[in-house]
């Protein structure tokens, strides 16, 4: 016998639509601290900052007020048990179980625990600027020490919520769903086999990129421009009447914003415009991601990017894989000589593509070369692995950082600044999101290979200034599916495989190979 | 027989802290939307409209269910009706009459209507840029229409709850409180009448003052330095490690924030360097009184400013009283012409001292000179006070402004841009707001006249660039009072008398005869 479900199904919908006007409330909040937390970064007068967090706790409590609210808690509850749910579609499916994980995961956590871990949180940022400019571990163990632990026990109290493996496994899944620590730590290691091998060949390599002749100094106001014009390639509108992103200069460049407010920072060094070319080149890719989203599933859950990974994958996408190409440079590079007053133009082409390939290790993660700088999150993740395991010990950080970096890349660490204290991850109690950055590589390379395929010519497209065939194919494949499916089901909807690392070390052999003539 | 109010006095102080508590919500909320506001008119990219329309209206939603809420009604209702009221001191009295004032009007208002209005006025505000600049009032027409129709709506509403006499009245309360559209129109005809006995004085006088002299180009990088410079004067930090404030561009210029965030915005016209000079002052005197609130009163009702026509009284007080002095200039002169390259090395102390004091009928409320400026507010007072009233309609705005602007400062408009579309405040909703503008000025008349007494060699100490000891004056006398009072009680416990336009029609008269030596 046949149920008519017209009935049910419309009183479902009902519902439905009650979930997603609360989702929406929320979604917006967010977005106001967002627009708090930029300006605090980039305009707030330094004296704003007692009346800002005033205004960020406010604005949290809200928040948080919203997600835990017991009419989303009933309306979850009677979605998931209705006799129509099987008439959702798929796009509501998926806004309704972000919904609940949201649900779950807030109000499982004590809000004690929330308001002690957002007041550490401040305080060991504030420790932790203090003892890297002393140079000085011992200044911010113990504020570290306390961060971790309650940390720690909100992974705890997540792993039984989420039902990962280990607590570390409920940390990742906050930045990269359903990663865990297992497939990270397998990958990880063809990874870190494949890297060092091209290290080692590029070492020997009979050619050698001088990166020295980045150095020029090209003034801020001149540095502006040449990131307006680097903006207007990837179609970033900065400028126009009817822009929806902006540049600022930061300390540490970010992105920060959705859909049609999505702005941007750099950081113009004088002697360095490499710096702030590839930072807004890097910027710049999380921004179209955020602006390509699906229009219609504006504050929605689904509505956002599909993890940090997958944004990084953008980012690093647009930074290296377009912005370090010989065939972007080839369109560039008489722009920028001419912006730049010739700066470059005693530099031949293809030694300016060299000079901002060079493989080379060092100590600083954000300044690291494409090739090295996976190594720096493989040690970050084996490090805090075992930290939130509580293998090793907060007082050990140093010593360990110290060796893996001796035996990773080579390099011989003089202080904490420079060593374990360089990011400002830990200090913020963010454990389970440095992996994020090498998936993102990982996806890129995946990415590539597809992309290699769709579009043939591609390269040819990028010689000639067209970035916008390119920029179509990744809003097709990547942005306009939004959150709709878990990363690791993402990638394997857009390339047909699962997370393979092979794909981004043979992108990155065959541009050393170029580079370095092995 | 005495009664022991220890208790009930316990009690109702506690009764009095939880409404304190949800007044500091409230009043971070209303920062925040302030924040929302400047970001919108400074920095946030034209696309973003949307969503920081959603963003107001959400921001307005919270604050009117924050302001109605059930708990504050309670609360009010137990403290004004509590054994122990009398033992509350008058500042606590005055933050419960103000709480209790807000709850009562805002309880009035529909919700339906407030977040109705927050997204209308977003929209309106964008359609007048767009109109403004292609002079095109059809353009803006439909949109000033709906937001006129919702504040009528309220006005209606707010009539009832404030006992006013007309719901004109009752917008006007909004921006002066207890001031009446009657007492307005009376002291306006006083006001009127005296302004224009000046004008013809000095139309009549033998001396003029050349007032071309201004139009000297000065690059807008170094009016930026100039704005700098005179903020140091007024003791406005922008600069500092410790500052509270910050100067950006707008089409407008505008005070924003509250305490130790306060900004203000300028425009540099590069051929009229006066514009800003002048719009910095002013803008400068709104953000010190800002700044100089009892600190001891963040986050309450009282900690806030009296009224927009005190308000404006303090930047009209900076801007013509000492900004427009010979005793200023006598200081700032050499340090204009140093930062502008000698710009106007050729051009006499005097002879610039009248030329920005020149009276001359003009189009433009905010480029008026100190005379005339007062004929161009009662034009838009008689104007929206008919326009409330229903006795004219939004598409007879034109023909009425033009006209009365030929019969009152004899000027011919050309179009609506530089007529009825050249001030921000109807498409943002600011109905009543307009005559605060001349009450400023009256309420700083009658100040000089006290400072005078109070502070006889004030003018000596501006001429050596001495300007902390008025600003202590006016912080003793008008900032430190917060919105402890009503306008009309605060002018009379400061000066002695009440509203009276002779002081400022004297200084102006006194200016006016050295200017033009009659």
Redesign the interface.
């Known amino acids: 016998m046949a149920i008519n479900m017209a009935e049910p199904a419309k009183a479902l919908k009902s519902d439905y639509d009650l979930l997603m006007a609360k989702a929406k409330?929320i979604i917006?909040?967010g977005?106001?601290q967002s627009?708090?937390s930029w300006?605090m970064e980039t305009?707030?007068?330094?004296?704003?900052i007692?009346?800002?967090s005033?205004?960020l706790a406010?604005?949290s409590q809200?928040e948080h007020q919203m997600t835990t609210s017991s009419e989303i808690g009933t309306l979850l509850s009677k979605i998931e048990k209705h006799v129509a749910y099987e008439t959702l579609n798929e796009l509501q499916k998926r806004n309704v179980y972000l919904m609940k994980k949201q649900y779950d995961e807030q109000t499982k956590l004590p809000e004690k625990l929330v308001v002690e871990t957002a007041r550490q949180q401040a305080l060991t940022i504030d420790t932790w600027k203090k003892a890297k400019t002393a140079k000085d571990f011992s200044m911010f163990k113990p504020e570290l020490e306390k961060l971790l632990a309650l940390r720690k026990e909100a992974a705890k109290i997540l792993m039984k919520v989420k039902e990962t493996r280990t607590p570390y496994d409920a940390l990742i899944d906050i930045f990269e769903p359903r990663m865990t620590s297992e497939m990270i730590a397998k990958i990880f290691g063809e990874l870190r086999e494949g890297l060092v091998k091209i290290i080692k060949k590029c070492a020997t390599a009979p050619e050698k990129p001088q990166a020295s002749i980045l150095m020029r100094k090209i003034p801020p106001s001149v540095q502006q421009k040449i990131s307006n014009e680097l903006a207007q390639f990837i179609d970033y509108?900065?400028k126009?009447?009817?822009?929806?992103?902006?540049i600022d200069e930061t300390e540490h460049p970010f992105t920060n914003?959705?859909?049609?407010?999505v702005?941007i920072t750099t950081h113009y060094y004088e002697n360095n415009p490499a710096s702030s070319l590839f930072s807004v080149l890097h910027e710049g890719g999380h921004a179209i991601y955020e602006q390509n989203l699906n229009p219609e599933w504006l504050?929605q859950p689904v509505g956002m990017g599909a993890s940090l990974g997958f944004h990084e994958s953008q980012s690093r996408f647009v930074e290296n894989i377009i912005g370090r190409s010989r065939e972007f440079w080839t369109y560039f590079y008489p722009k920028l000589n001419l912006l730049a007053s010739n700066a470059f133009s005693d530099v031949a082409l293809d030694d300016f593509v060299r000079a901002i390939n060079q493989v080379k290790p060092s100590k600083i993660r954000v300044e690291a070369d494409e090739v090295t700088y996976c190594l720096h999150i493989i040690i970050r993740f084996e490090i805090e692995r075992e930290l939130i395991a509580n293998k090793i010990a907060v007082a050990d950080l140093p010593e360990i950082w110290n060796r893996k970096y001796h035996d990773y890349l080579g390099v011989e660490i003089q202080n904490d600044s420079e060593g374990v204290m360089q990011d400002i991850h830990w200090a913020s109690g963010y454990y389970g999101y440095f992996p994020t950055y090498a998936l993102g590589n990982i996806y890129s390379g995946q990415l590539l290979t597809k992309l290699r395929k769709d579009i043939p010519i591609w390269q040819d497209q990028i010689r000639t200034g067209d970035f916008l065939q390119v920029k179509k194919w990744l809003t097709e494949n990547v942005h306009q599916h939004g959150n709709l499916y878990d990363p690791a089901d993402l990638i394997k909807r857009i390339t047909g495989e699962s997370l393979n690392v092979q794909p981004y070390l043979k992108y990155l052999d065959e541009k050393c190979a170029w580079i370095y003539g092995y």
Chains 1, 2 share one sequence.
């Open positions: 409330d917006i909040i977005s106001i627009l708090a300006d305009k707030m007068p330094p004296k704003g007692k009346q800002r005033q205004q406010i604005l809200i509108d900065v126009s009447p009817k822009a929806g992103g902006r914003g959705y859909y049609d407010d702005r504050y």
